[in-house]
């Protein structure tokens, strides 16, 4: 299993962009809504892209975005992104966490069960499973208006 939680900052041009493996058995992922009314000087077209490479991820299977709404509290995913890869035994969690001074990688179980905690408290704000490509094909025909 998979844990993603893509946070948007101040150096980063949009949205997160989501790479998956077909490898992965399934990924959970929490986006925030904030980065979805950004507008750019280059015009929507960024936005376009990020918003679709959301939708087709979205599509895949054993994969669920979910998107953390501009009503929830900012300390939910305010901290920085990060993202926990978990393995079947004898393997090891392995947890990243991105932040704009560079960012921390571990191997610690302890440590990775902390981010796993963090993660679920950020997810039990997102909106449900089946919201999220409504709203994002909602923000995609705002762009083209």
């Not at 998979?2 to 490898?23: A, E, F, Q």
């Not at 953390?68 to 990060?82: E, F, I, K, R």
């Not at 796993?116 to 449900?128: N, V, Y």
Request: glycine fraction near 4%; charged fraction near 20%.
């Amino acid at each position: 299993m998979s844990l993603l939680w893509s946070s948007y900052g101040p150096r980063t041009r949009g949205p997160p962009v989501i790479r998956i493996s077909p490898r992965l058995s399934s990924v959970l992922s929490a986006v925030p809504e904030s980065p979805l009314h950004a507008t750019f000087a280059s015009g929507p077209g960024i936005m376009q892209d990020q918003l679709r490479k959301l939708l087709d991820v979205s599509e895949l299977p054993n994969t669920k975005v979910r998107i953390v709404p501009l009503t929830a509290h900012p300390t939910y995913g305010s901290n920085s992104s990060m993202t926990i890869l978990t393995f079947n035994h004898p393997w090891a969690p392995v947890a990243s966490i991105d932040n704009p001074m560079g960012g921390n990688h571990t191997e610690d179980p302890e440590q990775a069960q902390i981010l796993e905690a963090e993660f679920d408290h950020i997810a039990s704000a997102a909106l449900p499973v089946d919201k999220p490509r409504d709203l994002l094909i909602e923000y995609m025909e705002r762009l083209h208006k």
